[in-house]
């Protein structure tokens, strides 16, 4: 299996733009998380879904972020304006609920917003 | 609910030394715990888990931790370090008791090896 696949791995943007963060989770995976990481509040959980399904968005930090998981191979998070203090590194992880919930991560990526 | 502690947030130790990684866990529920390592500019890997079965459980890399439950711990050890163990690590709790899927983690330990 090719593990958690992020797209881009690199983002760079000027404040105001939109950003788009993709993620493919391993096929067969029925959770869906979306992370957070920064020097000053480590790893935080912005959202996550169950069966393509929004379980839990109280992560998610303004109106200016949303996610959707159209079907169970694709996800994006999207930052609309996005501002300069959302650079960070975004992971995406995925589980299968017949497991022990141990989650999968992506590589990440990292935002810059200028 | 669940929650993880993570004693020491940076660990050093010389090349070649005992690593210990402290973390206790609080759960209502018999846990799930994991431990995670996340190397520079990289996603977090699983290193080991447990779930039950044995309460010493080896993971990647020659790592192992040991489930205490009188203690509510699970520190990771490794007899001796390597430069490449320097990292950070995270100790993970599933939040059985709430059913929801997620995994609570500690706020990490960065682990530190001089040659």
């Known amino acids: 299996d090719a593990g958690v696949i992020q797209s881009p791995r690199h983002e760079v943007t000027e404040m105001g733009q939109e950003v788009t963060l993709r993620c493919k989770p391993i096929?067969?995976?029925?959770?869906l998380f979306w992370y957070r990481q920064t020097m000053m509040r480590g790893l935080e959980l912005l959202i996550y879904?169950?069966?393509?399904?929004?379980?839990?968005d109280s992560g998610m930090p303004e109106d200016r972020f949303s996610a959707k998981m159209p079907n169970a191979s694709f996800s994006t998070l999207k930052i609309q304006p996005s501002e300069p203090r959302d650079s960070a590194v975004y992971f995406c992880?995925?589980?299968?609920?017949?497991?022990?919930?141990?989650?999968?991560f992506g590589p990440g990526t990292r935002l810059t917003v200028t | 609910a669940q929650s993880v502690t993570q004693l020491g947030s940076h660990v050093s130790v010389s090349e070649g030394a005992l690593v210990l990684l402290r973390c206790n866990y609080s759960?209502?529920?018999?846990?799930?715990l994991f431990w995670y390592v996340q190397y520079p500019n990289q996603g977090l890997q699983l290193l080991l888990k447990?779930?039950?079965?044995?309460?010493l459980v080896k993971g990647i890399n020659g790592f192992e931790a040991e489930f205490k439950k009188s203690e509510t711990s699970f520190h990771l050890t490794k007899p001796s370090a390597h430069m490449s163990d320097a990292a950070e690590y995270f100790c993970?709790?599933?939040?059985?008791?709430?059913?929801?899927?997620?995994?609570?983690f500690g706020q990490g330990t960065t682990l530190q090896v001089k040659p």
């Open positions: 879904f169950n069966n393509n399904v929004p379980i839990d």
């Open positions: 993970a709790v599933s939040d059985l008791s709430g059913n929801t899927g997620k995994l609570i």
């Open positions: 096929s067969g995976h029925d959770y």
């Open positions: 759960s209502s529920v018999p846990p799930y």
């Open positions: 992880a995925s589980s299968f609920s017949g497991g022990v919930y141990e989650q999968y």
């Open positions: 447990y779930t039950s079965a044995a309460t």
